[in-house]
């Protein structure tokens, strides 16, 4: 395949004649666009009229027309100015259409069409912030705040969003199309609101990027991961918006320890590696440090919190780059504590697994199963318990109980090495079985990555 190669006006170009194309570069682009920025696209896109759904359809006819065009013509210097560009003249033909020269009145600066030459998106401010309290905006379900912002700002899908809060991907998309309806129809301004308004719809937000970075982080392959970014820059954002909030900074912390293990949670084969088995001298030194400055300004505002809690956790696994050794006692009375301040599935599920370690496997999976079985129909759905589970019943040497656990992990782990190392898992307890049929190695669609 022939390498792109840029030209003089900055962009990439396309094929010798007869080559076979930069399909692949340009879609690799393309993706590139979507996923570091669609949020601030969309928000640009919409802040003007509050209509996400004609924001969201002409960016998809922008990106659309990306790939029948690129290829041939080449990818643009900034390939962000011309998505923006041509998503705007999109909406433009929309307003220049006979129903809306029926119901819109003319506005001269809205409707004249867009010039790549005169756009330097640079120098337009981001409204990404803006963008995720209109979806916290108090006429829109408290319920689908945060599921809202993820795929408006940061651009999951209702699929991701639905496995995220163990929803239906159908129920998911019928709840956010609902919302932004309520936007548009509501006329909900753009718009920081007052500072006065500012702590009541913080939480929505802060719940937001913390489900960016959950998204984020159950992503995983053997590339250079850069997550996770979204959850990073907006965490950092949030700080310089509000400084004096302290769960903001634990909210940075967090993501930043977390994301500073990132390149260890898979080695140069592809293959998942658990938090105990890293290397620690792969985590990021530069996101650790900045963290726990995050961390000292947090404390010293005296108001704890959840995500100042769970960014402490993450921080005392992290300590294990200085001593060599993982402090379980530290991390069990902080889960306890976190269990207590926000009581949680995931909270809960830690909490047995940390106890596992301190108190041993049967305790843990005692307390496990007792969550498990107050928490209903829900937990069924939720796969860290569902791996937890296998480990403990395979660290209790119940071979038979741990393979047919792991097959209702594996069953809902979407991420490729982390269902790698399960089916591995699962696949060594079999042997301990035995070449009974029960616990046979699984074979057909289900028997490994999909």
Request: some cysteine.
């Amino acid at each position: 395949m022939d390498a792109l190669t840029s030209g003089d006006d900055g962009r990439v170009a396309g094929p010798d004649p007869g080559g076979t194309g930069p399909a692949p570069q340009v879609a690799q682009v393309a993706g590139l666009a979507a996923r570091d920025s669609y949020g601030r696209l969309l928000a640009l896109l919409s802040a003007s009229t509050s209509d996400l759904a004609s924001a969201e359809d002409a960016l998809a006819d922008a990106f659309e027309r990306a790939l029948r065009t690129w290829p041939d013509h080449g990818v643009p210097g900034n390939p962000d100015a011309w998505l923006l560009a041509v998503a705007r003249n999109r909406l433009r033909d929309r307003w220049k259409s006979a129903e809306s020269r029926r119901t819109l009145p003319l506005d001269i600066e809205q409707h004249a069409p867009v010039h790549l030459d005169d756009l330097t998106i640079d120098a337009i401010p981001d409204r990404r912030l803006e963008l995720m309290l209109v979806c916290a905006h108090p006429a829109i379900e408290r319920a689908v705040h945060t599921p809202l912002m993820l795929n408006t700002v940061l651009g999951f899908t209702a699929d991701q969003i639905g496995r995220a809060f163990s929803v239906p991907t159908s129920t998911m998309a019928t709840r956010l199309v609902r919302a932004k309806r309520r936007i548009k129809a509501a006329g909900i301004p753009f718009r920081l609101p007052d500072r006065g308004e500012l702590p009541a719809r913080m939480a929505a937000v802060l719940e937001a990027v913390y489900g960016a970075y959950v998204i984020d982080w159950a992503t995983t392959g053997p590339q250079e991961r850069r997550l996770p970014g979204e959850a990073l820059h907006l965490a950092e954002v949030l700080s310089t918006l509000v400084p004096d909030d302290p769960e903001v900074h634990g909210l940075a912390a967090l993501v930043q320890l977390s994301a500073a293990r990132a390149r260890a949670r898979i080695d140069r084969e592809g293959r998942f590696v658990p938090l105990a088995d890293q290397d620690p001298s792969r985590w990021d030194h530069r996101l650790i440090t900045r963290a726990h400055e995050h961390l000292r300004t947090a404390h010293a505002r005296g108001q704890l919190g959840r995500f100042q809690l769970e960014a402490a956790i993450q921080a005392v696994h992290c300590a294990r780059r200085q001593t060599g050794t993982t402090d379980w006692p530290t991390l069990l009375t902080l889960h306890r504590l976190l269990h207590t301040v926000a009581p949680s599935l995931g909270s809960g599920v830690a909490f047995a697994a940390v106890t596992a370690e301190v108190d041993g496997p049967a305790a843990g999976l005692a307390m496990l199963d007792a969550l498990l079985d107050d928490a209903g129909a829900h937990a069924r759905r939720f796969q860290p318990a569902r791996a937890a589970r296998a480990h403990l019943l395979d660290r209790l040497g119940r071979s038979e109980e741990a393979v047919t656990a792991y097959d209702s992990a594996i069953d809902l782990t979407h991420d490729t090495a982390e269902r790698q190392y399960l089916q591995h898992r699962r696949d060594d307890a079999g042997r301990r079985v035995g070449q009974r049929g029960s616990a046979a190695p699984r074979s057909g669609p289900d028997s490994g990555v999909v």
